[in-house]
């Protein structure tokens, strides 16, 4: 018969199962991580880039749940297999047999075990690398719905059946128990109650409240209210009705942390100093006002949310009351890029009561293939409910789920499935891991039509991640419905900045989606923007002609007749609200990010570090990533810049050479070339002039910021670079038409 020494065995059975899955799933991980961690190592210890204990400390974190996980799998199982296999013997005692034991429990547990590593498989695909191969199941909803509702089935009658043996035994304790217990529950009831009592928000408001709502990489020739083929966003398309929409607004640098600086100061980044996502420590608050320090001024109420601050997070000084972001630290950061499975882990904690153990997950983008932008919107309408009672307030959201590297979970693993046959993953796009590179290598010399197939994918997955940004964006918007706030709010939609997608005529190899690695074309660059007025005011219109997102702060302002931001560089887009086919004839400067070299054009100048790994550091205390300060002026240096009109553009890069930092320049007709890939400079002598002249200003302000001198490239010069450019492509056999 079963003894209680068998309850221990039982719960280290269980344990020892969940720690098996866990290597089972993730041991070729964990090299695969080791191995890429490796080439990390330089001239400085991979140590003083990710400190080791903060990992040592996260992997102890992640074992002892599967061992806690384990211990109560195996305690609750011990109890069910007793119950429903226990017989009651002459003297009453319920009693099974040990021979008849193991074998239920065992079953039962493995049933447990592969249930859940199925159902994670269904709901988290993008968690697998494999996870092409079962496409057809888990890009199906009734699969995943006939999956989820046979679990529960089975569970209401294992509990059902354990219920009815034990009827009398369980009757008998209630009836024992009944007035403690009807205490219990009136005591919850009242505690209940008084929390909603105290929870209870006055209506204060009369606004009018200003309210930015930014969806990352949202480009605007893929929102179907604008005409794409496919359902990708319906409450943006619902909120485009009633505001004037910007279908050509311009990011200055493709990079999340340096747009939403500039939306928030009206400036250039060479004005408010944030170069590239992870400004340096010293840096990191922009010499200039911004618009939530001015607004809290005034008189409003502040609040700002983010949910990945792997790349970016807003400080305390910026002018926010409150902050609602994940926790920036390195440890994340290496979490959330290291090719980990953890399936049972991801599956059981993604919830509030798991967010209890690991609060990492809540509301956190950067762990992309589980994310569930449920709690990152509650989080934002809870806040919402609190500054309703405020006379007016600034709220200003963002979130990263359109984000490159590009995962999908159920359902929208269920939307833009790709026609077959498809030779890829269409879950997850696993940016930059080898596997999809040399993936990616075995097609580079197929046809364009082979590749078209390979790379279809990552447009599939960013529409998917469009969906999801959509309905997180219809969660916010309903809740101002329903609090009563839509109507007396200025309210603004953007993206931050476009993404650059397959495309056949790219000027480089394409390897990946990406965004900020360069200046070509508009992709990067070119983002969406709406803007919806507080009642009674109304104004609705298309305007088709080039903005900036360094408008959006003097536009609120002017809109809601408040003081203007003392350093802006923007202007007031009011004029096109209230009649939108004014063209306002605004030049938009861009700047590309830090890059790779394989974005640079021959003979460009270096970074002045070897690996983009050395550029940065992790601060002790706070665990976070910062830029080393003493690269900024070499960083800076080597930066492509550009300047976009509405008809022409033109692209400067920084070369080498000795003296004066030498600029060479491209000429595009941007609405006939929307890659930058033909150059006309020759063509247009005089526009090439003029467009130097009018970029040139840009450039001098670092210059003198960070002491360098520079020089226009001559004809000469530029002439000599491409023969010498023809010269090596020959040499090496390559194909020029590629």
């Not at 400080?315 to 980990?340: A, C, K, T, Y």
């Not at 569930?372 to 919107?377: G, S, T, V």
């Not at 030049?587 to 050395?614: D, K, N």
Request: glycine residues 6%; charged residues 20%; hydrophobic residues 45%.
């Amino acid at each position: 018969m079963v003894r209680r020494t068998d309850i221990l065995w039982s719960v280290l059975i269980g344990c020892g199962a969940t720690l098996l899955a866990l290597a089972i799933t993730d041991t070729a991980a964990l090299f695969q991580a080791r191995g890429f961690l490796h080439q990390f190592r330089g001239p400085t210890e991979l140590s003083e880039w990710m400190p080791t204990v903060p990992f040592i400390l996260a992997g102890v974190r992640i074992v002892l749940f599967h061992v806690l996980f384990g211990c109560a799998v195996g305690a609750a199982l011990y109890a069910i297999v007793c119950v429903l296999g226990s017989q009651k013997n002459a003297g009453g005692r319920w009693e099974i047999a040990r021979a008849s034991y193991y074998p239920a429990f065992l079953s039962a547990l493995a049933l447990v075990l592969l249930y859940l590593h199925g159902r994670a498989m269904l709901i988290y695909p993008g968690l697998f690398d494999s996870s092409w191969r079962w496409a057809a199941l888990a890009a199906s909803p009734t699969v995943v719905t006939l999956y989820g509702v046979a679990g529960k089935a089975a569970l209401a009658i294992v509990l059902v059946a354990a219920v009815n043996r034990r009827r009398a035994e369980i009757a008998g304790w209630l009836q024992r128990r009944k007035r403690p217990l009807a205490g219990a529950v009136l005591l919850l009831a009242t505690v209940l109650a008084g929390r909603a009592w105290l929870n209870r928000t006055p209506n204060e408001n009369r606004g009018p409240n200003v309210i930015i709502l930014g969806m990352d990489s949202l480009r605007p020739d893929h929102v179907s209210g604008l005409g794409y083929g496919r359902k990708t966003t319906p409450n943006l398309d619902r909120f485009l009705a009633e505001a004037t929409v910007f279908t050509h607004t311009f990011a200055p640098l493709a990079r999340t942390g340096p747009a939403w600086i500039s939306i928030l100061t009206g400036c250039y980044p060479t004005r408010h100093g944030h170069r590239d996502d992870l400004p340096p420590k010293e840096e990191r608050i922009p010499p200039v006002a911004n618009l939530a320090q001015h607004l809290k001024g005034l008189g409003y109420e502040t609040a700002f949310f983010l949910d990945n601050t792997n790349f970016m997070w807003m400080e305390p000084e910026m002018g926010f009351d409150h902050i609602g972001q994940p926790r920036p630290n390195v440890v994340w950061f290496g979490m959330s890029f290291l090719p980990f499975h953890f399936p049972l882990y991801y599956y059981c904690l993604n919830n509030p009561a798991g967010f209890l153990y690991e609060p990492m997950l809540r509301a956190n983008q950067a762990f992309y293939p589980v994310y569930d932008w449920r709690y990152f919107a509650r989080d934002i309408v809870r806040r919402l409910k609190r500054m309703k009672g405020s006379e007016k307030f600034f709220l200003a959201a963002h979130t990263c789920i359109g984000h490159a590297p590009f995962a999908v979970r159920y359902p929208y693993s269920t939307y833009f499935s790709p026609p077959p046959p498809t030779p890829s993953n269409r879950f997850v796009f696993r940016w930059p891991f080898e596997r999809v590179l040399s993936e990616k290598e075995i097609l580079r010399r197929s046809r364009g039509r082979e590749r078209a197939l390979l790379f279809s994918q990552e447009i599939n997955l960013y529409d998917a991640l469009m969906r999801q940004s959509d309905d997180w964006l219809g969660a916010v918007l309903d809740a101002l419905r329903r609090l009563d706030l839509y109507d007396n709010s200025l309210i603004v939609v953007l993206g931050d900045h476009g993404e650059d997608l397959y495309r056949p005529d790219h000027v480089y190899q394409y390897i990946t989606s990406s965004h900020g690695f360069h200046a070509w074309g508009d992709d990067s660059f070119r983002v969406l923007m709406a803007v919806k007025l507080p009642r009674p005011a109304r104004r609705v219109g298309r305007v088709d002609h080039l903005v900036r997102l360094i408008d959006v702060a003097p536009t609120i302002l002017d809109i809601l007749h408040l003081p203007p931001l003392p350093d802006a560089e923007g202007l007031s887009l009011r004029p096109q609200i209230e009649e939108p086919a004014r063209d306002p004839g605004l030049t938009a400067y861009q700047e590309a990010g830090l890059t790779l070299p394989s974005w640079f054009i021959p003979g460009h100048r270096l970074y002045p570090f070897e690996h983009w790994v050395l550029f940065q550091y992790v601060d002790p205390e706070s665990l976070r990533i910062y830029r080393k300060k003493e690269y900024m002026p070499g960083f800076v240096m080597a930066k492509d810049r550009a300047l976009r009109e509405s008809r022409w553009k033109i692209v400067a890069y920084p070369m080498r050479g000795e003296g004066p930092l030498p600029f060479r320049t491209t000429l595009h007709e941007a609405a006939s070339d929307p890659t930058s890939r033909l150059d006309v400079a020759s063509s247009h002598p005089a526009v090439l002039a003029d467009m130097r002249d009018r970029l040139a200003p840009y450039i001098e302000e670092d210059a003198r910021r960070y002491g360098f001198e520079w020089r226009w490239m001559s004809t000469t010069e530029t002439m000599k670079l491409l023969q010498e450019e023809l010269e090596r492509h020959r040499k090496q056999g390559k194909d020029l038409s590629d």
